[in-house]
């Protein structure tokens, strides 16, 4: 059993010099299985010799028994013959051959019980490796999520430095208040050299686009008949003319004014 004692204490020392050093221990836990498969090898081969060792106690413990018989035969063969020293002779043989059978026997039965726990010490200790083998691929996937989370953590405690942020805040500040003193310098600019008074009147001057579109939707509303007719006067200017005199144009009624507006909305077509 020294060779499983010695293996054991290799196998712990091993692991423990794993968990020492930690520095990489998915490659630590391999080397570890390495070293078991090895070990292992090299007690199948002590065993093995073991077994060997017993099978040939067994072989000659038959021999001797074999012997012992035979030279029994032959001095029952010389008592017939009688010739009683032979036998005698045979008999002394056969004695010799008894007691070596009788000592190898006790030799071999031992053996054979020291060789029975040794299958069963290798059957365990092979178990045992095949166990760390499965087990090799959880603690590596756990090693793995705590390196994970050691990174999340990492990540974290940077995000949770704003030193970076309240930097940028500062700048955007910075900026922002450099435009709106540019924009203040120019507003103070055109108030001294701008003329406030043709500013105002420019204030006063309807919005072209706007008057027309309010123009062109009166004067369809009147075409379609939703307004009476004339109710699309362009407002007076200033100055009392009106804007797009429709004096040139003659207003109808009836009939007339139906066949005009059909006129003008197949021109439009």
């Known amino acids: 059993m020294g060779i499983f004692s010695k293996l054991s204490s290799l196998i712990r020392s091993n692991i423990n010099d794993a968990i020492a050093k930690a520095e990489n221990p998915e490659k630590m836990l391999n ?5 078991m498969r090895e070990q292992l090898a090299k007690a199948k081969q002590e065993v093995a010799i ?3 060792d017993e099978r040939k106690l067994r072989a000659q413990l038959e021999d001797e028994q074999k012997l012992a018989a035979d030279w029994e035969h032959r001095a029952m063969l010389a008592i017939r013959e009688s010739r009683d020293d032979l036998a005698k002779q045979a008999l002394i043989r056969q004695q010799e051959h008894t007691e070596r059978a009788i000592a190898l026997e006790e030799t071999w039965h031992k ?3 020291e060789t029975d726990r040794l299958k069963d010490a290798l059957r365990q200790l092979n178990d045992k490796i095949e ?3 499965r087990k090799k691929n959880l603690l590596i996937a756990k090693q793995r999520r705590a390196q994970a989370q050691k990174r999340i ?6 995000l949770s430095d704003h030193s970076a942020f309240d930097t940028f805040d500062r700048m955007a500040e910075k900026i922002e208040e450099s435009e709106r003193r540019a924009l203040a310098a120019a507003e103070v600019t055109e108030v001294l050299v701008g003329d406030s008074l043709e500013d105002e009147f420019k204030k006063l001057k ?3 686009t706007g008057e027309s579109v309010e123009f062109r939707l009166l004067q369809l509303k009147e075409r379609m008949g939703v307004l009476s007719a004339g109710a699309a006067e362009r407002p007076a200017l200033p100055d009392g003319s009106s804007k797009g005199d429709r004096a040139s144009v003659p207003r109808m009624t009836g009939d007339e004014d139906g066949l005009v507006r059909d006129a003008e909305v197949e021109e439009e077509a």
């Open 131 to 133: 166990e760390a083998k």
């Open 111 to 113: 053996q054979h019980e």
């Open 31 to 35: 080397q570890v299985l390495l070293d």
């Open 153 to 158: 953590h990492e990540t974290m405690a940077g």
């Open 206 to 208: 309807p919005s072209a």
């Open 50 to 52: 073991a077994i060997a």
